[in-house]
């Protein structure tokens, strides 16, 4: 729409965009529904967490492993425990955890680790209700930071790398769930309302992997993995190739979206 690419050819359905994530530094490709006018915007696609309805964007994320860290494992190891620094209100404590980079660097760990439920709302609101608890996911955080290679003191890592990693706390789903896995995301010092994209990559990734902690509490996903976070459900199509170095291979998610403002 802006002129940044040539136009749709007569009859061309879709134009695929290579994107360059900032923050990451990585290419991800967007497949865009497009017309004779530009992009298309209506649609039939609705997303958890997001009003309406619109057209069908596909993000492939299958180029961002290692994004920051320049590996899928950072640390090496599929599941390891990290000690985490002691608080004003409670001690010094070692949580077992997964460290992955695809999309985004994520430290994963049980949501019972910190006494939460399992389901992504209640323990969405758990945290939001506790500055204590936060106080200590961002510990748990630095701790992580370190062992990634992306800050050198824990207590740097709200400075230097706020946003970098995210924290998700994961659990099974009951029985009677349509989810293959319960997750909460902690961000930016905040809870997230929903589920962010880059971090549903390293989530699919960790998932498809044996060894590591997601692995363990994820059901097997029949097609596309769908997370249950506090807003709804995400479905990724995901695949890994296992081994001594494992790769990601596939990570792929439908968004739509539109113009919010011009100028």
């Not at 995301?185 to 309302?193: A, D, I, N, P, T």
Request: charged share 20%; hydrophobic share 40%; proline share 6%.
């Amino acid at each position: 729409d802006e002129g940044l690419l040539p136009a749709a050819a007569l009859g061309e359905a879709s134009r695929i965009v290579r994107v360059h994530n900032t923050n990451t530094r990585a290419i991800l490709l967007a497949t865009v529904p497009v017309g004779p006018s530009g992009a298309q915007v209506d649609g039939e696609t609705s997303i958890s967490g997001v009003p309406g309805t619109g057209a069908k964007i596909d993000l492939d994320f299958s180029a961002t492993q290692g994004s920051v860290t320049g590996q899928l494992l950072p640390s090496g190891v599929r599941r390891e425990v990290l000690h985490v620094a002691a608080g004003d209100d409670y001690g010094a404590e070692d949580i077992e955890a997964t460290l992955l980079d695809a999309g985004q660097p994520t430290v994963f760990i049980a949501a019972s680790s910190f006494g939460l439920p399992s389901d992504p709302a209640a323990c969405a609101a758990a945290l939001a209700a506790s500055p204590s608890l936060l106080r200590r996911v961002e510990r748990l955080r630095g701790a992580g930071a370190v062992r990634m290679g992306i800050v050198d003191h824990w207590e740097a890592a709200e400075i230097k790398s706020p946003y970098t990693p995210f924290v998700v706390m994961v659990g099974t789903p009951r029985e009677n769930e349509t989810r293959d896995l319960d997750a909460t995301c902690v961000f930016m010092q905040r809870v997230h309302k929903a589920y962010p994209v880059t971090g549903s990559v390293a989530t699919t990734a960790a998932a498809l992997l044996p060894g590591t902690l997601v692995h363990d509490v994820a059901k097997e996903p029949s097609e596309a993995l769908r997370i249950g976070h506090p807003s709804g459900v995400m479905e990724v199509q995901g695949a890994v190739q296992d081994g001594d170095s494992p790769q990601l291979t596939r990570a792929a998610i439908s968004r739509t979206a539109r113009r919010l403002i011009d100028g």
